[in-house]
């Protein structure tokens, strides 16, 4: 790197800050899902849903009551809520008239979670009054009871789907059991009894996860609010216990690696501590520890102005959602900056945040959309955005359909380095991951001048022969970031071959970008705010198309800068710069 040379890239004094030198993230070996044991014995038992026998488990002996109805202290989506209140749900961009919406028909799991787990009860709530929305409430619970009341099947039963329902209707019970129909009120009542001892049985068969915590929480608000739940409140708090030492790293990360499991998990939890409050028990010690980890995981992936990064799926979720759900949780604490087993790093200078994926994408068998996003970063200069992901491959709907979605996912649609138009990590056609990136290692230092982190992924190392090594270095007072970009010939595999690569840079959607007289950098505007410059030390620079999806689900036009070069069999070095000047 010519004229970008700075004391970070020398390596003396490599002194560690929290991480060991050479720590590596290893991705698990076993990604391609459940095996086949552990499938067919999930299909069997949702074979046996079917017979008289799991009716005569759902069976109770307690009297049909509610002992409390726990306070949701994060507020919905007004515009969602206007919609049902004029007779249409709206989900990622999609209107759904309220009498076409079949219960029984198959959905896409995001909107099954929504609709059979009653999701939408919030946003009711936050636009309507229990007197103005019971009835909505009400006739739309009756529909989803004539399809499902009595027949255990998917996804309506399905774990995470059934103990959000049970969650959301203790939480939301005066705007279902308004009715003075009693025969009503009584199915419904029962229903809940129903679903939990059918929880009872089938939390442990969902995926490690979100999906399990889910199932298990809903066990635990069943036993805090049904009468004679003491035996299964115990039951039920060993049983989440073991789900969160399964989904949740020692650090508070979720082991899907995405920021949309991990916000729904601080959101769980908040209400079942409402649920302890709701019949005045205290809520276990390791419940509340385990919350205040969460929290801070959540928080060290958040940029300047509040809202998430746009890791593995997520859109950007705006600060004001993130804001209400850690507002709920109770929870006081600073962003967590070196999240080791979670995966993301956190660096912050004057007011610029730079957030990196530093390690594997998540096993298979525990993200729903794994991205190849290893090494790329996000960076924010207060609360405007200026290096971003594209993001949303999670939120497919109406306006990101399937074919884009998949595309999300990519190398490219991160900003880091692409090698011979390669994702890092394979994405296989069934949408699974494959051969790719299993060992990243990772080097942090805290210098006089700044910050500097080394990460290195092996996830072209068997298919071209290269590892990848990023060094990212942030200044004190948070104006000046520069990086490298390595490809060296990996040690004990044949010589690597020419082969071209690319740096893509993805711009935020309020971000104007124009190129230098020389085509070797770019200056970008922040509207209305700062000015950047980019300069990069080698290969093509070219301003190209590209879009970032938002929290909801919507895409927008942004721009990316993108430098085009050749890696040489011997090794390839690209430095590049990324300076505010304005």
């Not at 999930?42 to 849903?49: A, K, P």
């Not at 969460?294 to 509040?306: K, Q, R, S």
């Not at 070219?542 to 070069?565: F, M, T, Y």
Request: one cysteine or more; proline letters at 5%; aromatic letters at 6%.
């Amino acid at each position: 790197m010519n004229d970008l040379s700075n004391p970070f890239f020398q390596n003396e004094n490599r002194e560690a800050d929290g991480i060991e030198t050479g720590k590596r993230l290893i991705r698990l070996s076993n990604d391609k899902g459940s095996s086949l044991a552990e499938r067919i014995a999930n299909q069997f038992y949702r074979l046996t849903w079917r017979t008289p026998l799991h009716n005569m488990r759902l069976k109770g002996k307690y009297p049909l009551k509610l002992l409390a109805a726990p306070q949701d202290k994060v507020a919905g989506d007004a515009r969602a809520g206007k919609a049902i209140r004029a007779g249409h749900f709206l989900f990622r961009g999609a209107k759904m008239p309220l009498g076409d919406v079949d219960f029984a028909a198959p959905m896409a799991a995001p909107l099954a979670e929504y609709l059979h787990g009653f999701r939408w009860l919030r946003d009711l709530g936050t636009t309507a009054t229990r007197e103005q929305g019971a009835a909505i409430a009400e006739a739309i619970t009756r529909r989803w009871l004539s399809a499902h009341a009595e027949k255990p099947s998917e996804p309506a039963w399905a774990p995470e789907n059934a103990g959000w329902r049970l969650i959301f209707w203790a939480s939301y019970a005066p705007y279902i059991l308004s009715s003075n129909d009693l025969i009503y009120r009584s199915l419904v009542l029962t229903s809940f009894a129903r679903t939990a001892r059918h929880l009872d049985r089938s939390a442990d068969k969902a995926a490690v996860g979100l999906p399990r915590l889910v199932g298990w929480g809903g066990i635990v608000a069943a036993g805090l609010l049904l009468p004679g739940g003491g035996p299964r409140r115990a039951f039920a708090e060993a049983g989440l216990k073991r789900a969160l030492e399964s989904a949740l790293y020692s650090d508070g990360g979720i082991v899907s690696r995405s920021p949309i499991d991990l916000l729904r998990t601080v959101e769980l939890l908040s209400m079942l501590n409402a649920a302890y409050d709701a019949v005045r028990e205290e809520a276990p010690s390791w419940l509340t520890e385990t919350l205040a980890r969460t929290v801070a995981a959540l928080l060290g992936i958040t940029h300047g102005d509040g809202g998430l990064a746009s890791w593995q799926g997520a859109g950007a979720i705006d600060a004001a959602h993130v804001d209400r759900v850690v507002q709920a949780s109770g929870v006081r604490t600073r962003p967590l900056r070196q999240a080791r087993d979670w995966g993301y790093q956190r660096l912050a200078a004057g007011a610029t945040v730079l957030l990196v994926d530093a390690a594997p994408p998540p096993a298979t068998r525990m993200a729903g959309v794994g991205c190849a996003s290893t090494g790329a970063f996000e960076l924010s200069d207060g609360p405007d955005r200026l290096i971003v992901s594209c993001g949303g491959a999670d939120l497919a709907g109406a306006l990101i359909p399937e074919e884009l979605a998949q595309g999300l996912r990519t190398t490219a649609a991160h900003s880091t380095l692409i090698l011979d138009e390669r994702n890092s990590t394979a994405i296989l056609p069934d949408g699974t991951l494959g051969r790719g990136v299993t060992e990243v290692e990772l080097h942090r230092q805290e210098l006089e001048n700044g910050s500097r982190i080394e990460i290195s992924h092996d996830g072209y190392v068997r298919r071209l022969g290269y590892m990848h090594r990023r060094l990212l270095l942030l200044s004190n007072d948070g104006k000046d970031v520069r990086g490298e970009d390595m490809l060296l010939p990996a040690q004990r595999r044949r010589k690597p071959s020419a082969v071209p690569y690319v740096l893509r840079f993805h711009l935020a959607p309020h971000v104007d970008a124009s190129l230098t007289a020389d085509e070797q950098g770019a200056l970008l505007r922040i509207d209305m705010a700062a000015l950047w410059q980019f300069r990069c030390g080698a290969g093509k620079l070219a301003i190209e198309d590209s879009l970032w999806v938002d929290g909801e689900g919507r895409p927008h036009a942004s721009k990316q800068l993108v430098v085009n070069a050749m890696a040489e069999p011997g090794g390839t070095s690209l430095g590049w710069l990324l300076k505010r000047v304005g």
